[in-house]
Structures are given as C-alpha cells and as structure tokens.
C-alpha cells in the first residue's frame, strides 16, 4: 500500500506525475481485472489529512474491502491534495485520475445542486442520523441518483461528522454578539445564516485554512467537526470551538467512487463494497463516539475545548428567529440557477427533512460536543 500525507498545513500545490496518474486509469485497472480473481489496485484520494475523522472513516472502510475480499483490492492513498485538490476531486475521479475520493457537495455545488441541500442546517438532527439517512435519499430519491450520474460518480458511503455548525477560534467567545464583524471561514448556503449573525464569511479551500487563520487573515473557522479541527492541526491556531444552535449540516459527503472505475469491477468485488457500507452504518456510532472523545482529549490539551450555544440566550434566539426559512431558499435558487426542475427541488428537500428527522433518535450517541462541553475549562 502507498500512502501520501504531506500535512495539511504545508500543503504546495502538487504536480503528480503520468506515471502516479496511471495507477488510476481506466486502462490499468481493465488489465487488473482480467480475471475475477486478479487483484485490483485502486487510489484513494482526499483533500484533507489522514488524521481527519472522515478519512479515518474512509481508511476504515479500505481497510475492511481489503480485508474482506481477501487482499484482492489493494489501495494507494494520497492525502493532504497531494493527487487531487478539493475543487478537482469530483472531475478528477469522474475522469480516473483517482478512483476513490473523499468528497463533499460544495468542493462541486455546481455539479451537485440538489446534493447541496446537506449543507443547510436541520434543526433535531444528528450527524449519525443524517449520515443513514442520507443513504436512504440516495437509494430512493430518483433526482438525487440522476445527479450522482450526470457527475460521472457513486457514493460508496456518506460519513457521519461530528456537528460542523461551529466556529473555531483562538480565544473563548462568551456571547454569539462577539462574532458581529469577524471574518470566519463558512462555505455553503450557510454562510447568509453566518452574516444574519453579524460575520463575514469568507470561503477558503480546506487545505488553506491552517496558513490563513495563522496569517490573520481570518478570526475564525466554520463549518467543520471537532475531529477535523484537530485531525488537520487547526486546533494549533483555532483551539475553543463554539457550538450554533441552528442545528446539524455539512452531511452531503462521503466518499465517491468513479462510475466507470464502478462498472469495471467484478461483481463479487461490488458485493464485498457495498457489505462493507452496510457494516460502516451499523457501527457508526461506536465509531464517531471514540473519534469524538479523541479529539476532544486533544482539544483540551491544546488549552481550548467546547462552548454550546442554545436559544435560553436572547442574542441566539433572535438570531434563529431571522434566519428562519433562509438557508433553505439560498438553496432552492442556487438550485434554480443551475436549471434544475421544481419537481425535482421540492422532492429532494421534502424527502431531506423527513429523512433526517425520522433518523434524529439513535439510541446511545450523544453529541460529542456536549460531552466535550462539560469538560472545558474557561479562564
């Protein structure tokens, strides 16, 4: 197995060479499968760190496909963007240049429009609930499929994160008032909730955040988990993560496997695949536990920890009061501008809502914040 993992914070723009972009072609892999039984060597790649909680979930998923085909898939891994940059990842395993990819709909919205609804917050969600929910819109929201299609892609699994409506910074914040007029990183539909709040939301590429919040370019970083804050090392720079009460989001993403890289696999390996998925939901809250407590450990150590907001505060209240039905009708219009149909928007976000909250209750997850919560020492 080869693995990449420049740190994400010293990531240059990597220029891989042909023979590095041959491991994923077509051409190779058709060779490799020959025969059922020939191995296949399949590359993996992701934007993020291989600390991050979503490629620990994706390495734990490679690892059982290797494991339970026998070692006949066998997997290159390259993170950090040392193959492809976030922005490139969805072209890059449509095309082969990787075959796996860790992804998420907004490196892409303009390929992912509906997809991008799992970027708008839901109140009474949880990030375990969402990932299984999100499986059953894929496997049944026809919309959604035709989308994964015209994109040259499949998800193999979408990962369960701890709640991403956060923001990170140096330095505790006691009142939500504190971030009216600091320039916090937030990509997605959420960012016109973060300037109802007073911020000003800057979108940065997920492998440049470390070098801007250390440059001051920015005060804050949004919309990720705690498990990213310090699998990436921003805990370094960014150590108290403060918790939004405008519910969980970012849960339209997993990883992603080229269509054609799909089609050439025998069918026991697309078997052992898709066994593999049905195993990863099983167990995912035993998983997301631990990598939550985890980091949590880390996050104190480094001098920060959790601070969640709720509605009992007056500022926080009238915050979500304006909100209201805005990140969804952002959604909705950047849905229209990419031509999508009314039919296929009203589905997609009528069957998200009843997804996500028919799936909010599982029986022993708490959040990790609110643990971690209870552990974090101010002052």
């Not at 892999?29 to 994706?58: E, I, W």
Request: proline share 4%.
């Amino acid at each position: 197995m080869q693995v990449s993992r420049k740190p994400a914070r010293f990531i240059a723009k990597a220029i891989i060479t042909t023979t590095l972009v041959a491991l994923g072609s077509f051409g190779a892999l058709a060779n490799a499968q020959a025969a059922s039984a020939a191995k296949v060597r399949l590359s993996f790649s992701s934007a993020l760190g291989p600390d991050t909680a979503v490629n620990k979930q994706a390495k734990w998923y490679m690892d059982e496909v290797a494991k339970r085909s026998g070692g006949q898939v066998q997997w290159d891994e390259f993170y950090a963007a040392s193959l492809l940059s976030s922005v490139d990842t969805v072209s890059g395993v449509a095309d082969g240049r990787a075959d796996v990819a860790y992804f998420a709909s907004v490196y892409d919205p303009s390929r992912f429009p509906l997809m991008d609804i799992g970027f708008v917050p839901m109140p009474g969600s949880n990030s375990v609930g969402n990932a299984r929910a999100w499986r059953e819109l894929m496997e049944e929201n026809e919309a959604l499929q035709a989308e994964a299609r015209a994109a040259g892609v499949k998800v193999l699994i979408f990962n369960g994160v701890a709640s991403t409506s956060n923001i990170a910074t140096k330095q505790p914040q006691d009142d939500l008032a504190q971030f009216k007029g600091k320039k916090v990183r937030f990509v997605g539909p959420v960012t016109t909730a973060i300037q109802k709040l007073g911020a000003n939301p800057a979108s940065i590429a997920a492998e440049d955040i470390y070098e801007a919040m250390e440059r001051g370019l920015i005060d804050g970083i949004g919309g990720t988990s705690i498990e990213s804050v310090v699998g990436s090392g921003w805990h370094e720079v960014a150590p108290w993560m403060h918790y939004l009460p405008i519910g969980n989001y970012a849960s339209s993403l997993g990883v992603i496997i080229g269509l054609n890289t799909w089609e050439n696999l025998p069918a026991d390996l697309q078997k052992v695949m898709m066994e593999v998925a049905d195993d990863y939901y099983r167990q995912l809250p035993n998983i997301l536990a631990a990598s939550e407590k985890a980091a949590c450990d880390q996050l104190l150590a480094a001098g920060g920890g959790t601070i969640v907001y709720d509605l009992s505060n007056p500022v926080a209240k009238d915050w979500v009061d304006g909100v209201g039905d805005s990140v969804f009708e952002v959604w909705r219009s950047n849905a229209q501008r990419s031509r999508v149909s009314a039919e296929a928007i009203a589905s997609v976000e009528a069957d998200y809502k009843q997804k996500l909250l028919a799936h909010a209750n599982v029986p022993n997850y708490t959040p990790g914040e609110f643990l971690c919560s209870a552990r974090s020492k101010r002052g």
